[in-house]
C-alpha cells in the first residue's frame, strides 16, 4: 500500500466530512433511562469530495492518473481538511514529551502568541483531531492543546504536529473508480467518497 501524491492540478472544491464515533446506547423499556457504552480510540473521518478539472487540459489527464493509482481502495492520498491554512504564520509545533495518550498533548516550538482556534484542526501521527479550546503559544513556546477524537497511537517525542495546512490520510471508500467524459462542458467534475485509513 503506497501514499499517492495529490497532483498540483487537482482541485477539491467542497467536501462534505462526517466523523463516525461509535457508541452502544441501550435504553431501558421502564424507565427509558439510556446508557451510552464507548471506548476512547474508535473513530473514523469519512468525506465526500466533489473534484473540479477543467476538461480537454493536462490537467484533467492528471486527475484520471491520480484515481487510477489509488487503484481502488489499495492505495491511500493525504486530503486537506481545511480550504485554506488556518493562520497565515508558519506553525510547526513537536510533541513536547513520548507516552502522550487521550485527548490531550503538550507541544513545543510555536511561535509565542500564536494558536489556534476550537474547531480548527491539526494532524498528529496522520490522524486528524479537532481542537477543543482554544490555545496559544506561551513565551517559551509551549502549549497543551486539548481535541476529539482521541488519539489512537501515541506520538513519538519530537512529531511533527501540522497546524496550518491540516491533512487526514484517506483511501477510496469503494473498490472501483470511474468518471463521465463530457465534452460540453468546459470543468469536468467527479465526486469520490473517502474514508479516513487508520
Do not use: C, Y
Not at 68 to 76: A, F, K, V
Not at 87 to 107: H, I, K, N
Not at 111 to 120: F, N, Q, T, V, W
Amino acid at each position: 500500500m503506497a501514499i499517492i501524491v495529490v497532483p498540483d492540478a487537482l482541485a477539491i472544491r467542497r467536501v462534505d466530512w462526517t466523523l463516525d464515533r461509535p457508541a452502544q446506547v441501550n435504553r431501558s423499556d421502564w424507565t427509558k433511562r439510556r446508557q451510552v457504552v464507548t471506548q476512547p480510540g474508535p473513530s473514523l473521518w469519512s468525506a465526500s469530495a466533489e473534484m473540479a478539472v477543467r476538461v480537454g487540459t493536462d490537467d484533467w489527464l492528471e486527475a484520471e492518473a491520480f484515481l487510477i493509482d489509488l487503484e481502488g481502495q489499495i492505495n491511500s492520498f493525504r486530503m486537506k481538511a481545511a480550504a485554506q491554512p488556518q493562520t497565515p504564520l508558519p506553525l510547526t509545533p513537536v510533541v513536547d514529551g513520548s507516552g502522550q495518550f487521550g485527548r490531550a498533548l503538550r507541544l513545543r516550538g510555536g511561535i509565542p502568541g500564536a494558536g489556534l482556534k476550537r474547531g480548527h484542526k491539526m494532524t498528529v501521527n496522520d490522524q486528524m483531531v479537532s481542537i477543543s479550546a482554544p490555545f496559544v503559544f506561551d513565551t517559551a513556546g509551549i502549549a497543551t492543546v486539548t481535541f476529539k477524537p482521541s488519539l489512537r497511537l501515541s506520538p513519538q517525542n519530537s512529531a511533527a504536529v501540522e497546524m496550518r495546512e491540516p491533512t487526514v490520510l484517506v483511501s477510496l471508500a469503494d473498490s472501483a473508480i470511474g468518471w463521465t467524459e463530457d465534452l460540453g462542458e468546459q470543468f469536468q467534475a467527479k465526486t469520490i467518497q473517502v474514508e479516513e485509513v487508520l
